[in-house]
């Protein structure tokens, strides 16, 4: 059966293509030739008119997004639809044909209007549109400049960023006005080399952190000076590295009690600045002076820790590189008089207890074991003279706190006990041995 409907199909094929193309044209050229008519639908933006009507200085009106749109539908002959689109439909507000301004909100009707269409065939989606006044609220809002998470080349860091006007003025209905958190010029510095001026386009910030619209500005937002954009003047600084810290403090401990050792985190710095300040690091050694009144240790007989802003202590032009925090740590080990700070490996632990299928590991590979003795007696110490054994009686896989004994010569004694966190966890299985056939070797 298939066959006969294939050669029915395929007999005179050349003919029955060329009667299938002849019919499209001839329902083409009929089709344009009748040129029906159609309706179509349009988004068409309200245009307002006669805004004095309302806007006195003192009031002004505010129409919600959701209304400065409306849709037009229009019929008309297929071949007028070339010129009929969005520009070429009018859809107008006009002001002063509102009758009731007591209500709230006040309703304005809506006329629409298209060149080469008649009025009867044209329709809108609604017939009227609201209307909120207010009051006119003014506000002044201070310039930020933001980069985003563009940067500049390497070794380079944003400076300084001067905006060509520091702060604006803006007016409005109040309820648009008050949404306004804050305005940002907001410029790309990627692979920036040189020191630069930079165009940015104004961005309007809502409470809620959202990007105000275009539209939502330019209809309800005025700018005193009609400013729209800014230049910002980029300056770059050069980064250095290796940068190490002058710790000093104020105050002593307690008595009987010593300053030991004083650390930090980071250990060194990345900062940056300009030629100026960065000449003036080089010459004092490439170091930063913490001031003592940043750390005072009076009466202290324990370890302390204390955290310093850099922007407490940096010298003018110079400041912390973008990639580094913003704080110092400074550690303080304080111990009593005649004692010392040993560092010994973790594998010099002993183990005892611990399951043969578990395996044991540590958050550091050295503990800080602190042993007092008289002075001449310490010179002689060194790690191997101290043992920290660690009993894992009952304990399983998982993560424990762990206070080890520590075992010292005759004539020394622990300052404080030792803590370690531990991770147990079972012993990897040793790969299965290759069977016997497949050592085999096929002769």
Request: hydrophobic share 35%.
């Amino acid at each position: 059966m298939w066959r006969k409907i294939l050669d029915k199909i395929t007999h005179n094929f050349g003919y029955k293509l060329i009667s299938l193309l002849i019919a499209i044209v001839v329902w083409y050229i009929a089709v344009q030739y009748s040129d029906p008519q159609q309706t179509k639908s349009f988004t068409v933006r309200v245009t307002v008119e006669n805004e004095s009507y309302i806007e006195n200085g003192k009031q002004v009106y505010y129409i919600d997004d959701n209304y400065k749109t409306v849709t037009v539908y229009a019929t008309a002959n297929s071949s007028k639809f070339k010129y009929i689109n969005e520009n070429t439909i009018i859809v107008t507000a006009d002001l002063t044909q509102i009758v009731d301004f007591e209500k709230d909100p006040v309703m304005v009707p809506l006329s629409v209007s298209c060149a080469g269409v008649s009025q009867t065939d044209l329709s809108l989606s609604r017939q009227t549109i609201p209307i909120t006044i207010e009051n006119v609220a003014s506000k002044e809002l201070p310039m930020t400049v933001t980069t985003k998470e563009t940067t500049p080349a390497n070794n380079y860091e944003i400076g300084k960023l001067t905006p060509s006007v520091d702060r604006i003025i803006v007016d409005g209905p109040e309820s648009v006005i008050s949404q306004i958190d804050s305005v940002v010029a907001e410029i790309d510095v990627t692979g920036l080399m040189l020191d630069s001026e930079l165009t940015a386009k104004l961005k309007f910030i809502d409470k809620s952190q959202n990007e105000m619209s275009e539209d939502k500005i330019n209809d309800d937002i005025t700018i005193e000076g009609d400013i729209k954009t800014v230049t910002v003047a980029v300056e770059l600084w050069r980064k250095r590295s290796g940068v190490l810290f002058d710790i000093n403090y104020s105050g002593e401990p307690a008595e009987g009690y010593q300053v030991y050792n004083i650390y930090t985190a980071p250990d060194e710095l990345t900062v940056a600045g300009d030629n100026i300040a960065l000449d003036t690091l080089a010459q004092n050694g490439n170091v930063i002076e913490i001031p003592a009144e940043k750390i005072d240790i009076s009466g202290c007989s324990t370890d302390q820790t204390f955290e310093v802003d850099f922007s407490d202590v940096m010298p003018e032009n110079l400041k912390v590189a973008s990639s580094m925090n913003e704080t110092v740590t400074v550690y303080f080990t304080i111990m009593p008089v005649d004692s010392r700070e040993y560092q010994v490996d973790v594998d010099e632990i002993v183990t005892k207890n611990l399951d043969s299928s578990l395996t044991v590991s540590y958050d550091q590979t050295a503990v800080a074991v602190k042993v007092q003795g008289v002075t001449q007696n310490l010179d002689s110490l060194d790690e191997s003279g101290i043992i920290l054994i660690a009993d894992f009686t009952d304990m399983t896989v998982g993560d424990y706190t762990i206070t080890p004994s520590v075992s010292l010569p005759d004539g020394y004694q622990l300052v404080d006990s030792v803590v370690l966190n531990v991770h147990i966890k079972e012993k990897a299985e040793k790969e299965s041995s290759v069977s016997s056939d497949e050592k085999t070797t096929t002769p």
